[in-house]
């Protein structure tokens, strides 16, 4: 499940970096090109610059040997052609091979080994990354820190988020991946696909139906992502409209790099006007700590049941984020969900 960072785990990196910067330095000059994982470029390559937040990205040559880190750069890569040598980890909704189940699913069906799996986030092992000789690292959705990337770039040219961890939207992230991969042209029709996998799927039915998409990171919290965060976009993509007062939350309770506003549960009644409430919990304890609070209980969405919130982790992972392998996956799943609560909504 993708997740701001307020409700992704949080733990200290306790890489030796000083082992990794030697290794990395003394390998990265080693060439990969014994993987069968190639780009489907056309060999005319011309190098390309890509500047991020956190530095800029020179890649000489046409990448061979990815490696991807925080979430859907791995499936963007796929889908312009290119399997990763290797990629950030994500036990959260993968299945029992480890990985995440589209992913899984595409790479068996093209024949292609499946990415290396590496630790990530807080404890990311620069040690495994230096042992892939990687020849790109994308990373433009993620939360990457200055120092790690730092490290990445001595390894091979990484590429990081436009402006701030986890907030770019997935047009942009798709664009990037495209560009740094020599495949722009090829990225852009993945975004015209998913548009058009969209309006197949937008049901006129919703467009008066107002929802909020909320999540807690514990007892006596709330809070709410705004309408461009990725899985709020996926769920107005379908014909729902985004509850009004989120914008004015905005204003408020701005978390700055999660997309969201923490609002904090005593503010649970700004969120009355709200047909349908969107939402997961990390595990069936939480959700019935979650719901067994008066104040959570009392949102009208919570108390009428007309809930969207789903106990499969996989699901929630992949409608958490739009990419070109995520969204065929979800669509076919949310419709009857969103369905049966709308139909709960209105018998109260």
Not at 112 to 133: C, N, Q, R, S, Y
Not at 175 to 180: D, K, L, R, S, V
Not at 235 to 247: A, Q
Request: hydrophobic share 35%.
């Amino acid at each position: 499940m993708t997740t701001s960072t307020a409700t992704r785990p949080h733990r200290r990196w306790r890489s030796a970096l000083a082992i990794a910067f030697t290794a990395s330095m003394a390998l990265s000059a080693c060439s990969g090109d014994d993987d069968e994982n190639t780009s489907s470029g056309n060999g005319d390559w011309e190098p390309v610059t890509i500047d991020s937040a956190l530095g800029t990205a020179t890649i000489e040559e046409e990448p061979e040997r990815i490696v991807t880190l925080g979430q859907g750069s791995t499936e963007t890569a796929i889908a312009l052609g290119t399997t990763p040598v290797g990629m950030e980890e994500y036990t959260w909704g993968a299945d029992d091979s480890g990985y995440l189940p589209w992913i899984q699913e595409e790479v068996t069906e093209r024949g292609d080994e499946l990415p290396e799996l590496f630790t990530g986030a807080t404890e990311l092992d620069i040690e495994a990354i230096v042992e892939l000789e990687p020849d790109l690292i994308l990373a433009p959705w993620s939360g990457v820190t200055q120092e790690q990337y730092d490290l990445l770039s001595d390894i091979a040219p990484t590429v990081a988020y436009p402006e701030q961890p986890w907030t770019t939207e997935w047009e942009q992230q798709i664009e990037i991946i495209g560009e740094a991969m020599g495949q722009e042209e090829e990225a852009q029709g993945l975004i015209d696909d998913i548009e058009s996998q969209f309006d197949e799927a937008r049901n006129e039915d919703y467009e008066d139906v107002t929802f909020s998409y909320i999540y807690n990171t514990g007892p006596g919290t709330l809070g709410v992502f705004y309408p461009e965060e990725q899985r709020v976009a996926m769920v107005s993509e379908l014909g729902l409209t985004p509850d009004p007062v989120v914008e004015e939350l905005r204003a408020d309770y701005d978390e700055p790099g999660t997309q969201s506003a923490l609002i904090g549960l005593e503010n649970a009644d700004k969120l009355a006007d709200s047909d349908l409430i969107f939402t997961f919990y990390m595990d069936e304890a939480n959700r019935e700590e979650t719901e067994s609070q008066d104040l959570y209980a009392s949102i009208p969405a919570i108390e009428n049941d007309a809930v969207v919130a789903s106990e499969d982790q996989a699901f929630v992972t992949a409608s958490s984020m739009i990419n070109p392998l995520t969204v065929p996956w979800t669509l076919e799943r949310y419709q009857p969900m969103i369905d049966e609560a709308i139909e709960n909504a209105e018998q109260n």
